[in-house]
């Protein structure tokens, strides 16, 4: 069965600093993997997606995440961190596009990001 | 696109009363989801719509739950005799027939009393 993984529930960083979000999925094809970020009381917004090529994926507010199958990783990343990234990051895999054989994303349980100035 | 919208956006309620939620997904997306968020957790799958036609239900969706996207535009979730394990986010998301990802709107949050 497909799960995602994500070993943080909590990170803090000081502004400025680099920062690193794991995910670890499972699953026995190659995956689609997708970084959503969440705000307090908001919906999810996505940052990133993997589906092939590459393995290191751009994505929006100077995000990126790296692909390794070999380590069925997915982890996210951002070279300098601002106090406006502070919020709730989930890492989601899907069996395609739209998602799973139920055209759902299997989310993490999230980890929440805080900046501290 | 005005994007995925929700109402309302936030619902209180006794237990043991019906509640009905609605989405209205980007317009011309075939595909609306329906997940459930609980506190401390990400968003888990209840169902999934490809035009009017409800493909997938996960087995969360209890017999009290229902969907329906009538004319395969606007969705709505109804819950019946509301229990206090109900209370949570109720997100919903879209996705185009070519798009490889999936919209969410902002949520409802519901509180059973």
């Known amino acids: 069965a497909q799960s995602v993984t994500q070993p943080d529930i909590h990170i803090t960083v000081s502004e400025g600093a680099s920062l690193e979000l794991r995910c670890n999925y499972s699953y026995g094809a190659t995956p689609y993997l997708f970084w959503y970020v969440q705000s307090p009381g908001q919906g999810l917004q996505l940052l990133l997606k993997?589906?092939?090529?590459?393995?290191l994926v751009q994505g929006i507010k100077g995000f990126e995440a790296e692909f390794k199958r070999s380590q069925s990783s997915f982890n996210l990343r951002k070279p300098s961190v601002h106090w406006s990234d502070a919020a709730e990051y989930f890492c989601?895999?899907?069996?395609?596009?739209?998602?799973?054989?139920?055209?759902?994303?299997?989310f993490g349980k999230g980890t929440k990001l805080s900046v501290k100035p | 696109d005005t994007g995925v919208s929700q109402d309302p956006r936030h619902k209180i309620t006794k237990r043991g009363q019906n509640v009905t939620f609605r989405c209205d997904p980007i317009s011309e997306h075939n595909r609306l989801y329906w997940y459930r968020q609980t506190l401390g957790q990400g968003p888990e799958f209840l169902t999934y719509?490809?035009?009017?036609?409800?493909?997938?239900k996960s087995r969360l969706l209890s017999d009290r739950f229902s969907a329906e996207r009538p004319k395969g535009s606007f969705s709505t979730l109804e819950i019946q005799r509301t229990e206090q394990g109900d209370s949570a986010m109720y997100l919903c998301?879209?996705?185009?027939?070519?798009?490889?990802?999936?919209?969410f709107g902002p949520g409802t949050r519901l509180t059973v009393l």
């Open positions: 998301a879209s996705s185009s027939r070519r798009g490889v990802e999936q919209f």
């Open positions: 993997y589906f092939s090529g590459d393995t």
């Open positions: 719509f490809q035009n009017e036609a409800q493909l997938e």
């Open positions: 989601a895999v899907g069996a395609g596009p739209h998602g799973g054989s139920q055209g759902n994303l299997i």
